[in-house]
C-alpha cells in the first residue's frame, strides 16, 4: 500500500490517460531496489508509479525529447527546471501537464540526504496543473557553506584538487536539464575550447565555462553531483553561483515565467544602482 500522495499521484495520472488528456505520464517507477524514471502510455501500468524520498531525478531533462501531450511529475527543483525550459522556449506550456508534488528531501540508499535537499527552499512546486498531496513547510534560510570561511587561496587549491579528479566524462552536463545547446562549447572542435587532455588547466577552464553558462539557469536539483563518478561536489560550486546572481541581479532561477535571463538582458537604470552600490561597498 502507498502513501496518501501515491495513491493521488496513481488517480490523477489513470483519469488523464483513460481521458486522452495526455498521451504520456512522465513518472517514477521501482526497478529491482531503485527507482528510476518511467514512461506509461496506458492507464494499465499506472500501478507501478512510486511516490517516495528516493525519487531524486529532475524529470525535465526528458520533456525536450517527447512527442505528444506529457504529464510530468514535478517537485520543487522539476517545476523550476521547467520554468526555466518554458522561458528558453525549449518545450510549449500547452503539451504539459504538471502534477506537483511537495518532497521533504531526497535520500540515497543509505538514507543519506542528498546535498542538493540539504539547501534546497523550494519544496513544493513553483508552477504545477495538479497539485497531489499536501504542502509541506519551505526552509527560511540555507545551511552556511564551510567553504565561505575559506580564503581565496584555500578555495583555490580545493577547487584544484577536486578538478585534478575530473575524466571528462561530461556527465555531469549530460543529466543536467538546463544543458540544452545544439552544440555544446565543450565539445566544440573549431575552434577546440576544452581537449580531452587531462591537464589540469584544461579541466579547470573545463568546470569554469560550464559554472558561467549555468548562471541564472541553475536550478539546484543536484543532479551533475549525483551523476559525477569521482564524486566532484559540484553543488558548492553551482549553489555559489546562484547566489551570485541573485545577489547581482535578484533573480532567482525559475521561479517567475516572466524573469528575464539576467545576463542576456539590458536594464540601464538597474546597472547604475549596482554600479552605485559598489562603489558606496569600496567607500
Avoid at 17 to 43: A, H, Q, R, T, W
Wanted: contains cysteine.
Amino acid at each position: 500500500m502507498g502513501s496518501d500522495t501515491e495513491n493521488a499521484l496513481k488517480r490523477e495520472a489513470r483519469n488523464l490517460l483513460k481521458k486522452g488528456d495526455v498521451d504520456l505520464v512522465l513518472g517514477y517507477c521501482m526497478e529491482g531496489d531503485n527507482v528510476i524514471p518511467c514512461f506509461i502510455s496506458s492507464p494499465g501500468e499506472v500501478d507501478g508509479l512510486v511516490w517516495n524520498n528516493r525519487c531524486k531525478n529532475n524529470l525535465a531533462v526528458y520533456l525536450r525529447e517527447l512527442e505528444g501531450r506529457v504529464a510530468v511529475v514535478a517537485k520543487g527543483c522539476d517545476s523550476r527546471a521547467i520554468v526555466e525550459l518554458l522561458k528558453a522556449k525549449q518545450v510549449e506550456r500547452e503539451d504539459l501537464i504538471i502534477l506537483g508534488v511537495s518532497c521533504r528531501g531526497m535520500v540515497d540508499k543509505e538514507g543519506e540526504e542528498y546535498g542538493s535537499c540539504r539547501v534546497c527552499l523550494h519544496r513544493n512546486p513553483v508552477v504545477y496543473d495538479l497539485f497531489v498531496g499536501e504542502k509541506v513547510s519551505e526552509r527560511e534560510e540555507r545551511d552556511v557553506d564551510e567553504l565561505e570561511s575559506l580564503s581565496l587561496r584555500e578555495r583555490l587549491e580545493f577547487w584544484s584538487k577536486q578538478f585534478r579528479k575530473c575524466i571528462n566524462c561530461l556527465a555531469c552536463r549530460n543529466v543536467c536539464p538546463m544543458c540544452f545547446c545544439e552544440e555544446c562549447v565543450l565539445e566544440k572542435k573549431d575552434p577546440e575550447w576544452i581537449t580531452r587532455a587531462g591537464d589540469a588547466s584544461n579541466l579547470f577552464l573545463l568546470h569554469a565555462i560550464k559554472a558561467t553558462h549555468m548562471a541564472g539557469r541553475c536550478v539546484e536539483c543536484g543532479e551533475c553531483e549525483r551523476a559525477c563518478p569521482v564524486d566532484i561536489p559540484l553543488m558548492h560550486l553551482y549553489s555559489r553561483v546562484c547566489r551570485d546572481v541573485e545577489e547581482l541581479f535578484g533573480v532567482e532561477s525559475g521561479m517567475n515565467l516572466e524573469d528575464k535571463p539576467p545576463l542576456a538582458a539590458f536594464d540601464l537604470e538597474r546597472d547604475a544602482m549596482l554600479e552605485e552600490n559598489e562603489k558606496n561597498k569600496r567607500g
